[in-house]
């Protein structure tokens, strides 16, 4: 299939990319807050925010498609198929920039580094996914499959 079949832009792809970092951004900042707050061990503290990361970033799209009119199941079919491989290229890049920054998963909420990491690696994360969401709706794959159903 070509990519203007699908209507593969940087824009869309773009548009989808910020879609999915607004679930992910939210559930990665909860994750990391809490964590942190809690003492979590490092590993636990990331384990946290994926889980939490696929959550919301599953539950924003699911929340556009119910209202749209399909039903509980329907729903949930579709934000997996629009976002499984959104979230998890963005959890795995956003997190690895976590982890290689210097002090930035042992510095406190306080610390402007553990916001600055935090801010610094969804950044990445946004600008490593925006091709792969754009090759993924050029094949009608990603949030190609939404727009039928909003």
């Known amino acids: 299939m070509d990519e203007g079949q699908h209507g593969s832009t940087w824009s869309m792809a773009a548009s989808a990319t910020l879609h999915c970092l607004t679930g992910c951004a939210i559930g990665e900042v909860l994750g990391m807050v809490l964590g942190t707050a809690f003492g979590l061990h490092n590993a636990a503290t990331v384990v946290l925010s994926i889980v939490l ?85 050029g094949r009608g794959l990603g949030h190609a499959v939404i727009h039928g159903h909003h």
């Not at 509980?72 to 690895?96: H, P, R, Y």
């Open 53 to 137: 990361a696929f959550f919301f970033g599953y539950a924003l799209t699911m929340r556009g498609v119910l209202k749209g009119g399909l039903g509980f199941k329907a729903a949930l079919k579709v934000a997996l198929a629009a976002d499984t491989v959104s979230i998890a290229v963005m959890e795995i890049v956003d997190n690895a920039v976590i982890v290689v920054v210097p002090g930035a998963m042992d510095a406190g909420l306080a610390s402007p580094l553990f916001w600055g990491s935090l801010v610094f690696s969804l950044l990445v994360a946004f600008v490593v996914t925006v091709p792969v969401n754009k090759w993924m709706i």
